[in-house]
């Protein structure tokens, strides 16, 4: 049993969400549900891919102990969705590794923390592979089916529920290959200005001035989306840090761009690297608010709403609005952007307790008062945010996940073999 599901807080304690998802060390998450709401939009950008699908062997295994499943008289499709069917898998997985077809991971033993169906069961439900019980005759099967525009399946073999999602998927996947390239940086303070001085670099950023052709719709909103969650959530937690230091919580900076986002990197950056008590805690929260105050108040979300029905309208996508727009507590994107900045920290706060209630995470506790947050006693040392190549924010990795699945060359053996 993981010791932490049994793990009693006091309740008034405040800590962040933190996961483990294998069998070492923990890292820091949204502690808001935005990973939540990313997710849901990963799957309009790469139907059936999230981040967390990572290896296409995985896939084949859980997909071949689905088969054995769909073969038995009575099927148990709630048991399989559990973490029983996990030693199902690992077996498979070792006997590919016993006859040389993939490396051995004997000290992981191919068990982990979150199941197999939590990391491919979309996969699995995007192509509908729990409804035909035929495999795709060896991996290469696997990636066509994921990436390749010109697949077409046998008769009896798994296919998408969607023919338009899956192409948004490939032209999502396609374009980043082929721009992914520009837009790679690890940005340090070397090179920020570099970076937001060109002009690719600064849309992927922000979302704001999108290049006008050659980039979906879905990606445009996503980049929108990706900079105003990415500085909510950074806000929030250098107020925490702010708090535990026992510093006051600093009012918005009053800069104007282009020298505020450059500032507010800059300081992201700093806390980064001290990942200690710091000036730059204060500095993050200050131009954050002002970075609310100046964009997200100001007509950032102008048509937001109405772009995401007609892109949901266009895919004949199964999400709904609200699914891609609202908050976990009921909240519009664009209400908490419509927040003064003064009312923005309390809001978060509140979206903070939301989250864990109704998640349920015992690694949570909920920040009663943002004043009572030096009560924390999961120390986190440094703001989740990333800034490197590919990675930027929340969305970046789902793009990077893509290439390196359609790129790993240990996918691409026998790419000629017939199906």
């Known amino acids: 049993m ?19 998802p294998f069998e070492k060390g923990e890292s820091i998450r949204s502690a808001l549900g935005f990973m939540s709401l990313t997710s849901r939009w990963g799957n309009v950008l790469f139907p059936g891919i999230t981040v967390l699908t990572r290896d296409l062997f995985d896939v084949l295994a859980l997909h071949s102990v689905a088969i054995d499943e769909m073969n038995r008289k009575r099927p148990n499709w709630a048991q399989f969705r559990g973490k029983g069917t996990d030693v199902r898998v690992a077996h498979v997985l070792t006997s590919l590794a016993r006859s040389g077809i993939i490396a051995s991971d004997s000290k992981r033993g191919y068990r982990q923390r979150m199941t197999y169906w939590q990391r491919y069961g979309s996969l699995l439900n995007h192509f509908n592979m729990l409804t035909s019980p035929k495999a795709l005759g060896g991996l290469p099967g696997y990636r066509r089916l994921i990436f390749d525009p010109n697949y077409t399946p046998r008769k009896g073999q798994p296919w998408e529920k969607n023919s338009v999602q899956r192409e948004t998927r490939i032209v999502n996947a396609t374009w980043y290959r082929d721009r992914g390239y520009a837009i790679q940086d690890n940005i340090d303070s070397g090179n920020l200005s570099r970076i937001l001085d060109n002009q690719l670099h600064y849309w992927w950023i922000t979302g704001l001035e999108a290049p006008a052709r050659g980039v979906s719709d879905s990606i445009k909103l996503a980049r929108r ?38 500032e507010f990197l800059l300081a992201c950056l700093q806390c980064k690297e001290s990942g200690s008590e710091t000036r730059a805690y204060r500095d993050v929260v200050a131009h954050g608010l002002q970075l609310h105050e100046i964009h997200f108040r100001r007509g950032f979300f102008k048509g937001w709403s109405e772009s995401i029905k007609d892109v949901l309208d266009d895919q004949s996508s199964t999400y709904s609005f609200d699914q891609l727009a609202k908050l976990h507590d009921g909240t519009l994107i664009t209400n908490l952007a419509d927040l003064p900045s003064e009312k923005l920290l309390p809001a978060l706060v509140r979206l903070h307790n939301t989250y864990c209630k109704i998640q349920n995470k015992p690694g949570s506790i909920y920040l009663e008062e943002l004043h009572k947050a030096d009560r924390v006693n999961q120390v986190f040392d440094r703001l989740s945010l990333e800034l490197t190549a590919g990675r930027w924010g929340l969305f970046g990795y789902r793009f990077g996940a893509s290439l390196t699945l359609y790129e790993s060359p240990k996918y691409r053996k026998g790419d000629s073999d017939e199906n």
């Open 225 to 262: 989306l990706e900079f105003a969650l990415t500085v909510w959530q950074t806000t929030f937690e250098a107020a925490i840090q702010c708090v535990r230091f026992k510093n006051s919580i600093p009012k918005r900076s009053g800069l104007k761009e282009p020298r505020l986002l450059r």
């Open 2 to 20: 993981d010791p932490s599901a049994v793990m009693v807080y006091p309740k008034k304690t405040a800590m962040l969400f933190y996961v483990e």
